[in-house]
Every structure is written in structure tokens, then in C-alpha cells.
């Protein structure tokens, strides 16, 4: 480093990307310990933490003569007595062409939840088998999991290769077996590495103890995949998150692009209103932009004034999303209380807040067999069909104002949405969205509060105050349909 | 497909800008706190970036414990009135007065008294519903696995065990009355990045990290500056002079120094990168006792 000029040094190594992966993985199959092995290998764990985890592997380790990275991982008191990892950790790292960040999630049975966490922000999942016992049922449930988030790009990682004497055979046995089950699921890109955590093989250099393998090892291809058009950039889709208006003069709408890439002078649309105006300019910071494309976070003003607020979103009026109240998703239920069917949860869907009933769970999945089962398949009775701590389901809702969506395996950011218990705020579920559905799949009549003021015998001189009330009910995502005329 | 793409600081910068935004938009009444260290000095840039040409709409607070180093103060006030924030300046006075501080009821008194119960009245006393700080996973393990909105009860505890699911970029935001969240838009920062993005943006930070001779004494392993005249009276003839650097800073009778010449943002950066030792080695708080920072994190501090 002292050889190269600094200031050149910085400049090029600030521009590197990011690439944020998913670990998925028992604890048998050595996770902990790939992961381990990255971050030593990258240098990135320093000497204090080195010498702490020497003390705590002789003390309680679990990996013999060898450096147990699992404690360096499992971060919390509650899990270092137990021995496993029970949530979602994030660690980072970086080489001289990329940063990583990744989410490490435990592969036990119960936490199909904390996987679906860890994965929602993830470009690659790297999924470990081991190579003894080949394709497990839990390597199926990770990769349907792997699948249902959208991710693009995965490596199977085989894994202990070293047990079975780097044979080529068990490796393309483990390959053949997986191509054939993956095959059914949508994911583009899969990579499968043969390696050695332990002992280092093909997890940073290549080794010389699988020449048969052609391919690269894992970091090298970790930052060499091409990760850049991922993105959806067709379709713009500009959920406001807030209205700034520092002065008279400026009224600006803030936000994140979900999706697609807008320009100044372009043609816009405000959902749901529909209220077309042209983009005067998209201002940051640092100054306005020609045009800004997904991450980014800017400002964007408009030629005309029209009213947009939190929740609403702009569109190119030539491509717009779907926009209904009534749609189907696939739904994770995250919460130790089960579902109950006739509660009004909250939505969460862009900056959107609403109301959201379930309709109809019209089947569940079985994660480990892919199968479906559902009342009329005789797999669920009325009984257990409300959806339970890592259920996962396809479920149709109906929500209480208009949401403007993608589905999800098109657009990530207008296809995502969480359910919140009204009770307990707690994140019941999360979801993807499937598509609309058609009315007359939906329980018709209508579960949103109505006030008819003149049949409640309310004079009129508080209609006014009882609209606000409404509106702001509104806002905060519980619709009530104010009636102010007698029919 | 290059002219949309980001560097990994401009990602993260979008996506702490995103949170920022997120937590004014849904909560009443949001507060930033402000340690006046590196991390805060990014994340009070953040929040100017995220609604400019605006002003934030939310104050700065700072928790002080009446043993921050001076030059920290004079930072902090002249930051604040120099971009317009409004700031809020809290402290434990009740215990200030009986005369608490780390010399005489040592790191653990002084820490819980001065930073934490001050920090938890102060949160009371405004009734903040969120409150921003500047943590990042990378410091500590027990972080790694915070969540991004860190849900607290009526008692400001955290309960590892019992995280709300955060996914995408979808921020649960509803409490209960008088319960908050603790919100870490640099959850995803490390320390490398948040040295690359100081330099890439010119941002102001407290002199005291940058190298230069300082007097100082060595008390169990630690380099500690003499900031002020409470230096207690059997350490005085053990002050030197000696050139060095702060990595993190905080009431400074508790705050390593470390050894450096790195008097320029670039030497600081590329210190960094070539150092072996991670930045919690030189906050003494630390050495209490396994997992203590979880065990602060369940009572309430950061």
C-alpha cells in the first residue's frame, strides 16, 4: 500500500458495489464455519476477536483442535448456551473488487422465518450440503425458500468434501440431483462448488485437491457474478414516502425508486387519482440529477400543482401498476400466534398503511415436499387451515383502500408487503404478491366500518368534525365510509 | 446497464436515507441522538441529505455526561449552530451533583448513572417515540443481529428473543403508547465505510481523531488523556507527551487512545485498513465482563 498513492487507492476502492448474500445451512453442515473461513481468509477478523475466540474454543468449542468460528458468529448469550444459532446475524467483509454483507441464518427446522428474514435484501444465496449425505429435505425447503424470495442467483455449496476423498462422483451425483429437483423452481443462476470449510479447499484459492473442477472457487465467483441487472429498471414505480415543503416555493415529493428509471421532462402519473404532470426536477443533496434510477433517494418536483401525499405513487402513465383492493400472495407467517382468519390486520405495502382481511387461504405448502394441501384436497380440515408459526400459504385479501402493485417475482419493491397484528403490533406475516383476483372469488360483503350519520340521528353541524375524524382514520389505515345524505 | 449502478457507499447511503425518512414520515415525535462521534457526524449528514433543501424535522440530543472531552463540546456546539440544528443537551444532574464520575465510582457507576439513566430520563422527559443512534452491526456481536428498528417496551428494554421480522425495506413502525424503537440507519455500515464516506464527503468531525501530541498517562493498558483538571492528583507526574489518535471517543477518562501518525483523513483511512486491532479495544467500558454490551443493551443503553 505504501507504494501506491493513497488518495488513487481510496478513490478506485470507494467505488466498488455491494453484493448482500444469504447463508443457508444446519449447523452440521459446517455454515459457521464457511463463513468462519471467509472472513479470516479476507483478513477481517481482527486480533483481539482472534484471541478471544481461541480462549472461548478451548473453554467450550465444538470443533476439536480446530478454531470453532461458530462462537466467533453466534453473537448472543442465550444462543452460546444452547450451542446454536437462533436468529438472523449480518457480518461484513470486503476484497479489493467488492463488499459483502451476509446474512447468516440458522437452517433448523422452526426458523423458516428467520430465513425468510435474512433473505428479502439478498442477491445470491449460497446453500450447503454436505457432501456425505448429498440432497436433504432441508436443502429442498432452503431452496423452495431461496425461490419464493425472488433471488437470482445461487451456489450450491458441497460441502466436507474432504470426508469423501474429493471424489468426483459423489460431487456429481449431489449436482444431477439438485439440477433435476430445481429445475421445477424459477431461479436463473445456480453455481455448484465442491469445497473443504474446514480445511479451506476452493472457498478462497482454488484447490489443488479437486482438479477435476473447472469451475471458480467461491469468493472468486462471489465477486465476479454479475449482479448489476438485477434490478427492475422497465418499470418506474416511485412510492411517496414524504411531502417536503421547506418554503412556499418548493413543494417536493421524497421518496425511494422502487423500480424503473425516471428523467426530468418525463410524463408522470400520481396513483390513485390519476393526475398527470411532467417532472420539473429530481433534487438531492448534491444537487439535481438528469435522472435517477432504483436504490436512489431523491426528491422529484413537479411542473403542475397536484396533490400527492405519503402512500400515494408516481408512475409513467404508460405503464402502470395493477391497482386493486382485492389480490392473492404467498404469505409466511412469522408470529407465534396463529393466524386468526377474521381479524383486520394492518397492511404494510410501499409507504402504504392500510387494512387487510383474509378472504380465502386457499392451500398451504408443504415446505419439504413442495405438495399442496388444502381443504379440497382433504390434506386441511377448517380446523388447521389458519396459517401457524412458519406456515406457508396462498392466501386472497382484501384491503381497505387501493394498493398499487407488482407481482412480486416481476417487481421485489411494489410485490412485498408485511402484516401487522392490530393488538399486539407484532409482524404477523409477510408476503408476496401473486396477482389480482377476480370479485367473485372474494367474501362480498363488506367488513369496513360504516357511519350513517342521519340514520344515527347526528346533526349536521358535526358532519365537518366527523369527516376530519374519518380522514384521519384514513390515513392512519383504518377506513370508515362516512354517509352525510339520506338516500 | 453502468450508468445505474452504485457504488456500495452511494447503496447505503440511500438505504440509511430511506430509514431516516421512514421514521419521520410514521413517527410523532422522532429524536436523533448524537454521541458527536464519527458514526453520528455521518448520520446527522444523512438526515441533512434526506430532506434537503429542507430542514430535518426532528432535534439532535445529546446525553452528556459532564466527562466528555472538551473539544468534543465545542464540536458539538459549534456544528449545531453552524447548520441550524435544533439540539437538546441532557444529563443525569441528580447524580452529577452527588459527585459521580468514573474516578471515583468506577466505569460501570459512572456509565449506568451518567449515560444510561440519563439517556432514559431524557427519552421520558420528551416522550420521544423513536429515537436514531448511530450503532452499526459490524462494532459488536450482540448488534449483528439487531434489527434495523430495534423495538423497546414502556421500560426501554430490548428482548433479543423477541425481535419483530424485518424484511426488505418494509419498517414495522407501530408501538403502544409510551413504548419507542431505537432506529440504526448505519446498521449496515462498517467502520471502513464510514472513514471512506467522511472523506468522500468533507464531513466535519471532533479534531481528537486525528493524530497529533497529546498529553497522556498509561492506566491499565489504556492510553488515557489528561483532558481536565479531575485527573486525579496520583497520575499527575505520569503525563507524556506522545502522538496520538482517538478510534472512538467518548467521557474520556474511559477512552483509549491509540498510538498514530495519521494526521491526514487518507492516513486515518488506510490505517484502517491495514489495523489489526478492532475500534471496541479502546473503549474501557467494554471490559466489565463477557457479553456486556448485551447485558447494557437489555437495560437500555444503546
Known amino acids: 500500500m505504501a507504494t501506491l498513492d493513497i488518495k488513487e487507492f481510496l478513490d478506485k476502492d470507494e467505488q466498488k458495489d455491494l453484493l448482500r448474500f444469504l447463508t443457508a445451512g444446519s449447523v452440521d453442515d459446517g455454515k459457521s464455519t464457511l463463513i468462519g473461513r471467509l472472513l479470516f481468509d479476507s483478513k477481517k477478523i481482527y486480533e483481539d476477536q482472534l484471541d478471544a475466540l481461541e480462549r472461548d474454543s478451548k473453554r467450550m468449542g465444538n470443533a476439536g483442535d480446530h478454531i470453532d468460528y461458530a462462537l466467533l458468529l453466534d453473537g448472543l448469550k442465550a444462543e452460546r448456551e444452547q450451542g446454536i444459532t437462533i436468529d438472523v446475524a449480518y457480518r461484513y467483509f470486503s476484497t479489493n473488487n467488492r463488499k459483502f454483507i451476509i446474512a447468516d441464518t440458522p437452517g433448523h427446522e422452526q426458523y423458516t422465518r428467520n430465513m425468510i428474514t435474512g433473505g428479502s435484501t439478498a442477491n445470491l444465496a449460497i446453500i450447503l450440503v454436505d457432501a456425505r449425505t448429498g440432497v436433504i429435505t432441508q436443502t429442498r425447503r432452503h431452496t423452495y425458500l431461496v425461490s419464493l424470495l425472488g433471488i437470482k442467483h445461487v451456489v450450491l455449496a458441497v460441502n466436507k468434501m474432504d470426508l469423501v476423498d474429493f471424489d468426483k462422483e459423489v460431487f456429481d451425483k449431489i449436482v444431477s440431483d439438485y439440477k433435476e429437483f430445481v429445475s421445477s423452481l424459477n431461479i436463473p443462476d445456480i453455481t455448484c462448488i465442491p469445497l473443504s470449510a474446514l480445511d479451506g479447499d476452493n472457498v478462497v484459492e482454488k484447490s489443488t485437491r479437486t482438479p477435476w473442477y473447472e469451475g471458480p472457487a467461491l469468493l472468486d465467483f462471489l465477486e465476479t457474478v454479475p449482479i448489476d441487472q438485477d434490478r427492475n429498471f422497465e418499470d418506474f414505480r416511485y412510492p411517496v414516502q414524504y411531502v417536503l415543503r421547506p418554503n412556499l416555493n418548493f413543494r417536493g415529493f421524497s421518496g425511494k425508486i422502487s423500480s424503473g428509471i425516471v428523467r426530468k421532462g418525463d410524463t408522470v402519473m400520481a396513483l390513485p387519482s390519476g393526475k398527470i404532470s411532467k417532472v420539473k426536477s429530481i433534487v438531492t443533496y448534491d444537487g439535481e440529477l438528469d435522472y435517477a434510477f432504483p436504490p436512489q433517494c431523491v426528491t422529484i418536483t413537479l411542473e403542475d400543482e397536484i396533490d400527492v401525499s405519503r402512500g400515494e405513487m408516481l408512475v409513467h402513465p404508460d405503464n402502470q401498476p395493477i391497482v386493486d383492493r382485492n389480490f392473492e400472495a404467498m404469505l409466511v407467517w412469522m408470529d407465534e400466534e396463529p393466524m386468526d382468519i377474521n381479524k383486520q390486520f394492518y397492511i404494510k405495502h410501499t409507504t402504504n398503511l392500510t387494512r387487510a382481511r383474509v378472504d380465502n387461504i386457499r392451500y398451504k405448502v408443504n415446505v419439504n415436499t413442495m405438495e399442496q394441501l388444502s381443504i379440497e384436497n382433504g390434506q386441511l380440515t377448517v380446523d388447521s387451515l389458519p396459517m401457524k408459526l412458519n406456515e406457508i400459504g396462498r392466501v386472497v385479501f382484501t384491503t381497505g383502500k387501493e394498493l398499487f402493485f407488482d407481482p412480486y417475482q416481476k417487481n421485489r419493491q411494489t410485490g412485498a408487503f408485511i402484516l401487522i397484528d392490530p393488538i399486539t403490533n407484532n409482524t404477523s406475516a409477510v408476503g408476496m404478491i401473486i396477482d389480482r383476483v377476480d370479485v367473485r372469488d372474494m367474501v362480498t360483503e363488506d367488513a369496513f366500518a360504516v357511519l350513517n350519520l342521519p340514520e344515527l340521528g347526528i346533526a349536521a353541524e358535526h358532519y365537518e368534525a366527523i369527516r376530519t375524524i374519518c380522514k384521519e382514520l384514513e390515513r392512519q389505515g383504518v377506513p370508515v365510509k362516512c354517509i352525510t345524505e339520506n338516500k | ?302
Open chain 2, 1 to 302: 446497464m453502468s450508468d445505474y449502478k452504485l457504488s456500495h457507499l452511494q447503496e447505503l447511503e440511500a438505504e440509511s436515507i430511506h430509514i431516516i425518512r421512514e421514521v419521520a414520515a410514521e413517527f410523532e415525535n422522532p429524536v436523533m441522538l448524537y454521541s458527536i462521534g464519527k458514526d453520528s457526524s455521518v448520520m446527522v449528514r444523512l438526515a441533512e441529505k434526506a430532506f434537503a433543501p429542507g430542514k430535518v424535522p426532528f432535534p439532535l440530543m445529546h446525553i452528556d455526561s459532564k466527562w466528555k472531552f472538551k473539544e468534543m463540546v465545542q464540536f458539538r456546539d459549534e456544528y449545531a449552530k453552524k447548520y441550524g440544528w435544533n439540539l437538546i443537551v441532557e444529563s443525569n444532574m441528580e447524580a452529577y451533583n452527588a459527585g459521580v464520575g468514573p474516578f471515583s465510582h468506577g466505569s460501570k457507576v459512572h456509565t449506568d448513572l451518567m449515560k444510561t439513566q440519563a439517556l432514559l430520563q431524557a427519552l421520558d422527559k420528551y416522550k420521544f417515540d423513536a429515537a436514531f443512534g448511530g450503532a452499526r452491526r459490524d462494532e459488536e456481536r450482540s448488534r449483528a443481529k439487531e434489527r434495523i428498528y430495534s423495538f423497546r417496551d414502556k421500560f426501554h428494554q430490548w428482548d433479543p428473543k423477541n425481535q419483530r421480522p424485518e424484511l426488505w425495506d418494509i419498517y414495522n413502525a407501530r408501538v403502544h403508547k409510551g413504548e419507542s424503537i431505537r432506529v440504526f440507519p448505519l446498521s449496515n455500515w462498517t467502520e471502513l465505510d464510514i472513514w471512506q464516506y467522511i472523506r468522500l464527503e468533507n464531513i466535519p468531525i471532533v479534531p481528537l481523531y486525528y493524530a497529533k501530541e497529546r498529553p497522556v498517562i498509561e492506566l491499565d493498558g489504556n492510553l488515557i488523556m489528561a483532558d481536565d483538571d479531575r485527573l486525579p492528583e496520583q497520575y499527575r507526574d505520569k503525563i507524556q507527551m506522545r502522538m496520538v489518535r482517538f478510534r472512538t471517543l467518548g467521557c474520556w477518562p474511559l477512552t483509549g487512545a491509540v498510538e498514530s501518525n495519521a494526521d491526514t483523513i487518507e492516513k486515518i483511512v488506510e490505517e484502517m485498513m491495514t489495523t489489526t486491532k478492532s475500534e471496541r479495544t479502546t473503549r474501557v467500558i467494554d471490559f466489565d465482563q463477557d457479553a456486556s454490551m448485551e447485558q447494557k443493551k437489555r437495560e437500555g443503553y444503546f
